[in-house]
């Protein structure tokens, strides 16, 4: 039974030890997929306006010029990703400061245990991965308007997804907003 692990031998702890050690590698991971797609970006851009210029020069058409932009745009948002994530975080929180889930206004009125904050804190770093996914994806989805087929609705579809990852990177200030909008008071506002 080799590669099998004995199921009394599994401890909870160990399992949430192990899943918050692996975040810092999941989220460098993420960086560095965001890193190559914004590079892959922009020499797709500046290729498609290098073969804008060869049909132009040898012909009096016109071609489309926005594709390309939003090529290199999106491109060097994605090459500037913590920059750019740190810059969304100060526009919609007024920090670029992460809270844990300690700072959670529901959190402060559980009597529970050491476990229960083991858990949390890692729902809430895996929260932020998915935030962090979502805001690349969003990027990526936003990339694709520059083309002449591109689906209805990319746009809204890709701010939902910024939007939404920036929400998710600090979904521990997102929630504490959202209950104090709404009158929750177990915590202060």
Same mark, same amino acid.
């Given at each position: 039974?080799?590669?099998?692990?004995?199921?009394?031998?599994?401890? $909870?702890?160990?399992? +949430?030890?192990? +899943?918050?050690?692996?975040?810092?590698?999941?989220?460098?991971?993420?960086?560095?997929?965001?890193?190559?797609? =914004? +590079?892959?970006?922009? %020499?797709?851009?500046?290729?498609?306006?290098?073969?804008?210029?060869?049909?132009?020069?040898?012909?009096?058409?016109? =071609? *489309?010029?926005?594709?390309?932009?939003? !090529?290199?745009?999106?491109?060097?948002? /994605?090459?500037?990703?913590?920059?750019?994530?740190?810059?969304?975080?100060?526009?919609?929180?007024?920090?670029?400061?992460?809270?844990?889930?300690?700072?959670?206004?529901?959190? @402060?009125?559980?009597?529970?245990? *050491?476990?229960? @904050?083991?858990?949390?804190?890692?729902?809430?770093?895996?929260?932020?991965?998915?935030? +962090?996914?979502?805001?690349?994806?969003?990027? %990526?989805? /936003?990339?694709?308007?520059?083309?002449? =087929?591109?689906?209805?609705?990319?746009?809204?579809? =890709? $701010?939902? !997804?910024?939007?939404?990852?920036?929400?998710?990177?600090? %979904? %521990?200030?997102?929630?504490?907003?959202?209950?104090?909008?709404?009158?929750?008071?177990?915590?202060?506002?």
């Amino acid at each position: 039974m080799s590669g099998f692990i004995d199921p009394s031998s599994f401890s $909870l702890d160990t399992a +949430l030890t192990n +899943l918050s050690n692996a975040f810092g590698s999941i989220q460098s991971l993420i960086v560095a997929v965001a890193y190559v797609i =914004g +590079l892959s970006l922009i %020499v797709r851009g500046v290729m498609m306006y290098r073969i804008f210029a060869n049909q132009t020069f040898g012909s009096a058409q016109r =071609g *489309e010029i926005a594709g390309p932009m939003v !090529h290199l745009v999106v491109g060097a948002i /994605l090459l500037y990703f913590p920059s750019t994530l740190n810059v969304s975080l100060q526009t919609i929180f007024s920090t670029t400061d992460i809270s844990s889930a300690s700072d959670l206004v529901a959190y @402060q009125s559980l009597s529970g245990g *050491e476990k229960w @904050q083991k858990i949390t804190d890692v729902v809430t770093m895996y929260m932020k991965l998915i935030g +962090l996914i979502a805001f690349v994806r969003g990027w %990526v989805i /936003l990339s694709k308007m520059g083309h002449s =087929g591109s689906q209805p609705g990319s746009i809204g579809k =890709g $701010l939902i !997804h910024v939007i939404g990852g920036i929400l998710l990177v600090n %979904v %521990v200030d997102t929630v504490n907003i959202l209950a104090c909008t709404f009158g929750y008071s177990g915590g202060t506002c």
